[in-house]
């Protein structure tokens, strides 16, 4: 299947530092890319839609100054969250479908926030 | 009323056995029907992907999707401890642009 690939795995930071994640689609163009957040033993749940080239949009209830969302090319978008907090602690996902469009996910970042 | 509904377990089995894994949804927009394997503190990997009514087979793994009943199924033959996992069915309509995840069922397969 096709390959998504994120980076970094696992990241430990400050509270007050900001953190970029990094997805790309390495043998596939994809001009959308979804965001998820995941809590221990729960499903996941869309943050947001990266369109390339254009601004992303967020779901409800999701801040868009605090996680910043950039999709500059047709193979990269990145999630930066801005002056983590403890309470950002998690695990970020993301995915990009391809042109038959089938999902497939990165292996997901874990955030912690000291 | 959730979009998608799945029993979350947790499901234990001994190995050799055969699972059965279900979803109902309410939505009867919905054509595209996957199935992903998570393990823990992994992303989701996809298994299973059909977009019509009846049965798709590979390997193990067996695909049904039932549109009249908004029911979609995965089976697992001859289960492994290796398929020990959460399971999550996911559902898409034709713009596919949101993809609705179910919950979830963790099955444990018992050596």
């Known amino acids: ?114 | 009323q959730k979009e998608v509904e799945q029993d979350p377990g947790p499901l234990s089995v001994p190995e050799g056995a055969i699972v059965s894994l279900n979803c109902t949804y309410s939505n009867s927009a919905f054509q595209y029907f996957m199935w992903y394997r998570q393990y823990s503190r992994k992303g989701p990997e996809l298994l299973m992907y059909t977009y019509s009514s009846g049965n798709k087979e590979d390997g193990r793994f067996t695909a049904q999707v039932d549109k009249s009943s908004k029911y979609i199924s995965l089976f697992i033959r001859d289960s492994q401890p290796s398929d020990s996992a959460t399971y999550l069915c996911a559902m898409s309509d034709t713009s596919y642009d949101k993809v609705i995840f179910g919950p979830g069922t963790s099955l444990s397969v018992i050596p």
């Open chain 1, 1 to 114: 299947g096709a390959v998504v690939s994120q980076h970094p795995s696992w990241v430990i930071c400050k509270s007050g530092t900001s953190v970029k994640i990094e997805c790309r689609s390495l043998d596939f163009q994809a001009t959308t890319m979804f965001w998820y957040r995941q809590f221990p033993k729960q499903s996941l749940m869309l943050m947001a839609t990266s369109n390339e080239g254009s601004k992303a949009t967020y779901e409800q209830g999701v801040e868009k100054d605090k996680f910043l969302i950039n999709h500059a090319s047709l193979t990269l978008s990145t999630l930066t969250v801005t002056s983590a907090h403890p309470e950002d602690s998690s695990f970020y996902i993301c995915s990009a479908h391809t042109r038959e469009l089938k999902l497939f996910f990165g292996s997901g970042t874990q955030l912690s926030v000291l």
